[in-house]
């Protein structure tokens, strides 16, 4: 099993990155799915998260209307589309996969990517 995350980078505040994150190994349908972030010096937080029928969205809220969260039951990804992105945005993104809703009870963690905001 493998969650496989891309998109991340360096940008600069107000710009926008899109997070992909792709399953191997496992069929995400039956998961919600979400993504957490770990800043330098900080704990990990839950940004956000999608139920696994794509109806139920959870944002931090920090990053509501700004983040959106998505998932493509056929494809078997997880996308969040970042937009007017703010330098304390950067951290190491990570995509996740839980039976429950949001709880943080995390069965899958992919690896991150890295997301830097700064000019």
């Known amino acids: 099993v493998q969650l496989q995350a891309s998109g991340g980078g360096l940008v600069k505040p107000g710009g926008s990155l899109r997070l992909s994150c792709a399953a191997s190994?496992?069929?995400?349908?039956?998961?919600?799915l979400g993504w957490f972030r770990q800043a330098p010096g900080k704990e990990r937080e839950g940004v956000s998260c999608?139920?696994?029928?794509?109806?139920?969205?959870f944002y931090l809220e920090s990053v509501k209307d700004r983040f959106t969260i998505s998932r493509d039951n056929a494809k078997n990804t997880v996308s969040l589309q970042m937009n007017s992105l703010k330098p304390e945005d950067t951290a190491v993104y990570y995509c996740?996969?839980?039976?429950?809703?949001?709880?943080?009870?995390?069965?899958?963690w992919g690896e991150g990517t890295l997301v830097t905001v700064s000019s």
């Open positions: 996740t996969a839980e039976h429950t809703y949001c709880t943080g009870a995390i069965d899958y």
């Open positions: 999608v139920s696994s029928s794509g109806g139920v969205t």
């Open positions: 190994g496992l069929n995400l349908e039956d998961y919600t």
